[in-house]
């Protein structure tokens, strides 16, 4: 399957400051690419980079086979970009706004047009500045959406918006994920979870994992031991575990590469005298939680 | 709908205030212009009379106004696609850079240059000028507006991100040039040796660099960065010019053997009149008048000292000179004097004003030839005059003659006459000419663009008559209907550089008076 995204070594630096460190990634065509990590840890950067609306420090980025530096101008056709903190012509209403859209894509669908405007009730008579900020996020979307752009690029779109509006443009989206990929960052864990079918996790410029959300359920689960009596906690533990904590006579971690049969052995060998192992999935918003908080003690 | 009409329809509904503030600027121009003309005639146009007296604080007002919104709606229009920042929202739009620069040059083109150019064809027209043989000039003049104000403007707003950066980064322009303005005036020669055209090239090739740089690549900080390193530049430019020999390959030294086109000999008993003078400023400047009798110009020759290179030697040896400076005084056949003037420092002056010094001054000397010489009496109301436009004698308060001409003013009229054939009433004060003294007023523009640069094609001028009596001192002589002058369009034939030597001149004995 070709890459919509890819990208290698990419990395930003702002003065002395690392926005990004070689930042490899690649977005197969068709997913839904959830783009995740705590607050400054270099989404938007990443996405600018690949928008060439930055350029990078170092390293390349390849989107829907373009180099992301090239991107310019009719490439545009093909891609959706919208972000949370994007600055739209204000004083345009919003049907002008889709009028003066229309002539630069090819593909735009008037029928699409007209249907998204529906499905996100956008009053047309209305100024983008005089609407609400979800209302903002909806126009954006429906004018990225109108052209069946082959990749949809959101950046933090639901960052402050209702649930109610959130499942609305979720739904928007959802609609589209057949004939486009779509790559999305957002905090928004649990919206995502419903939807993506890949994850990144980016922190502190580096991606600390970028896998198939499947994989990922697969991998992580939370583990809890049951002893006769409380146990003593052994010096040296597996590397792929993760936030041990002890309380009588319970030990819970977080194993990040779950295999049943390994995981069972390992637990056999450090923690023999255990008398019950439960293995629990875990939630993307658990497993995003128990990364961070990973993140931060080793920072 | 191509991208370029979709983008400049969008400015047209988005800034149809603003064009039409520029249109509406342009036509109360041109009604307040063709307005002052209806009342009076051509001559009372004159500044400081007539029509124009009344209106001349609304029409300053229009005239100021009318770039402040030219500049306004560059830099709106250009920012409306802002190529500072990462946030618009346009460009991870299919917009094409050439697409969209081609629609904000249709957009300027159209609401500056196009009006524009309908107001110069509608005031040749009203004046009484066919347009159509002054194409080549009316759009010399769009040129000049798309150089001197919309190149540098739509420059500065491709690397601002707002109306009020714009107007700020102006500003810093602005008191750049005054700085700038200000050294050269500190550095010697820099304002006669310079011929800025190089300068010139540079301004546009930069200007053109940065609008492509923002638009192809939006690489603000570069483009910012080309803006400072060409101030720098110029700057540096202008302290390592070698002037000296820039005035000496335009002005070539007068060989040895030849005759130079005139001589000039002090005349100390030529003291000047203080009325006559300027007083010194400040106490900055000391101003030594230099009473000099003429001689050696040939009959249809005349001399035109461009510039004075001054060189101040005491006998303890200190030496001083005064950098070229301009002078613009003009020598004609049978005139008997003239005089120059040398701006000292004050300091200087004091450390040489106790004993004699040596004075030597280099002269850049153009000489002309007196050609088209023609007789030709001034007839009563307007009339045309071949290179001067449509002329008028009558005025109700002055005795010269006012011409409005199309695109610019001649290059070179000379007006002579016999100031005792004058029809001019003369006043009580004044005593008659005698007989055969020559009068001589004329008007010159050094340029050969074929047009001034501006918003108004038509160039007002007035020319007056003066002549030189037996003193320093002129008088002049007034141009009326039936007054009978020889006219004549002298063309520049030679440039060249003479000396000349004051041994043993007191400063102090010709310092001019104090205020």
């Known amino acids: 399957m070709k890459d919509a995204i890819r990208t290698d070594n990419l990395t930003k630096t702002f003065r002395k400051f690392d926005a990004l460190r070689d930042l490899s990634l690649s977005v197969p065509e068709g997913a839904v690419y959830a783009f995740v990590g705590p607050n400054g840890a270099g989404k938007t950067t990443a996405i600018k980079i690949l928008m060439n609306i930055i350029s990078a420090t170092q390293g390349r980025a390849e989107v829907l086979g373009l180099d992301s530096t090239e991107l310019r101008g009719r490439a545009f056709t093909s891609i959706g970009y919208v972000s949370e903190n994007q600055e739209l012509p204000e004083w345009m209403r919003v049907g002008s706004f889709f009028d003066f859209l229309r002539p630069f894509y090819p593909t735009w669908d008037r029928s699409l047009e007209e249907q998204l405007i529906r499905q996100f009730e956008l009053p047309l008579d209305r100024k983008l500045r005089n609407l609400s900020r979800g209302m903002r996020v909806k126009a954006a979307l429906a004018s990225a959406l109108a052209y069946h752009p082959k990749l949809i690029v959101l950046d933090e779109p639901f960052t402050g918006l209702d649930p109610l509006v959130r499942d609305e443009l979720i739904q928007g989206l959802l609609e589209r994920a057949e004939e486009s990929t779509i790559f999305i960052s957002s905090h928004d864990l649990a919206e995502i979870e419903s939807f993506a079918s890949h994850i990144g996790y980016l922190e502190q410029g580096c991606l600390r994992f970028s896998e198939e959300l499947t994989s990922l359920a697969e991998r992580f689960r939370e583990v809890e031991l049951t002893f006769a009596a409380p146990p003593r906690m052994p010096n040296r533990l597996p590397e792929t575990w993760m936030h041990v904590a002890s309380s009588a006579a319970v030990i819970r971690f977080v194993e990040s590469r779950f295999d049943e049969a390994r995981t069972s052995a390992d637990v056999r060998t450090v923690f023999g005298e255990a008398k019950d192992v439960t293995f629990a999935p875990m939630s993307l918003r658990s497993i995003f939680l128990a990364m961070a908080r990973a993140g931060r003690e080793t920072a | ?133 002054y194409l080549t000039g009316l759009l010399w003049m769009q040129l000049t507006i798309l150089i001197i104000l919309v190149l540098p403007a739509a420059a500065l707003a491709t690397v601002t991100a707002s109306v009020a950066q714009f107007f ?42 940065v609008i492509l740089l923002q638009y192809a690549r939006r690489k603000t900080f570069a483009s910012r960065l080309l803006i400072v390193g060409f101030g720098i530049a110029c700057i540096v430019l202008l302290a390592v010019t070698p002037y000296r020999s820039l005035v000496a390959r ?266």
């Open chain 2, 1 to 133: 709908m191509n991208q370029v009409m979709s983008v400049f329809l969008k400015d047209l509904r988005h800034y149809w205030r603003e064009t039409l503030a520029a249109v509406a600027l342009l036509s109360a121009f041109g009604w307040q212009e063709v307005r002052s003309w209806s009342e009076g005639g051509l001559g009372a146009y004159a500044v400081g009379y007539g029509v124009s007296s009344v209106w001349p604080p609304i029409s300053g007002l229009v005239g100021f106004l009318i770039p402040v919104v030219w500049l306004f709606v560059i830099a709106r229009a250009i920012q409306g696609e802002s190529l500072v920042g990462d946030r618009q929202f346009w460009v991870t739009r299919p917009f094409e850079w050439t697409k969209l620069l081609a629609a904000k040059t249709l957009f300027v083109l159209t609401f500056i240059n196009l009006p524009l150019f309908v107001l110069d064809v509608f005031l040749l027209k009203a004046a009484g000028f066919a347009p159509q043989q």
């Open chain 2, 168 to 209: 700020l980064a102006l500003l810093l322009v602005l008191l750049y040039l005054i700085g700038g303005s200000w050294l050269s005036e500190q550095i010697p020669s820099s304002r006669f040796g310079s011929s800025g055209s190089l300068t010139g090239v540079f301004f546009i090739a930069v200007c053109l660099a």
């Open chain 2, 250 to 515: 335009r002005f070539p030294q007068l060989s040895e053997g030849d005759q130079p086109p005139f001589q000039l000999a002090l005349v100390p008993d030529l003291k000047p009149q203080p009325t006559d003078l300027p007083s010194e400023r400040g106490a900055e400047d000391v101003l030594i008048f230099l009473p000099f009798a003429v001689s050696g110009i040939a009959p249809d020759s005349i001399v035109r000292l461009h510039g004075v290179l001054y060189e101040v030697q005491s006998r303890d040896g200190f030496r001083w000179d005064s950098g070229w400076k301009y002078q613009g005084v003009f020598l004609f056949p049978g005139q008997k004097n003239t005089q120059l003037i040398l701006q000292l420092k004050r300091g200087v002056y004091e450390r040489m004003k106790s004993s004699p010094v040596n004075l030597h001054m280099s002269l850049a000397v153009t000489v002309y030839e007196d050609k088209n010489r023609r007789e030709f009496v001034v007839p009563s109301g307007d009339f045309a005059l071949a290179d001067a436009g449509v002329c008028s004698a009558e005025h109700r308060f002055t005795r010269s003659l006012y011409c409005r001409a199309p695109l610019r003013r001649p290059s070179f009229l000379l007006i002579t006459a016999d100031a005792s054939r004058s029809t001019c009433q003369s006043g009580d004060e004044q005593s008659p000419p005698e007989k055969g003294a020559i009068a001589r007023g004329w008007i010159s523009d050094e340029s050969s663009a074929p047009a001034e640069p501006g918003i108004n094609p038509l160039q007002e001028f007035s020319v007056g008559l003066t002549h030189w009596t037996d003193s320093p001192q002129r008088s002049s002589t007034g141009i009326c209907p039936g007054t009978p002058v020889t006219l004549s369009n002298p063309e520049p034939v030679r440039k060249l550089r003479t000396e000349l030597s004051l041994r043993d001149f007191s400063l102090e004995e010709y310092r001019g008076p104090r205020r």
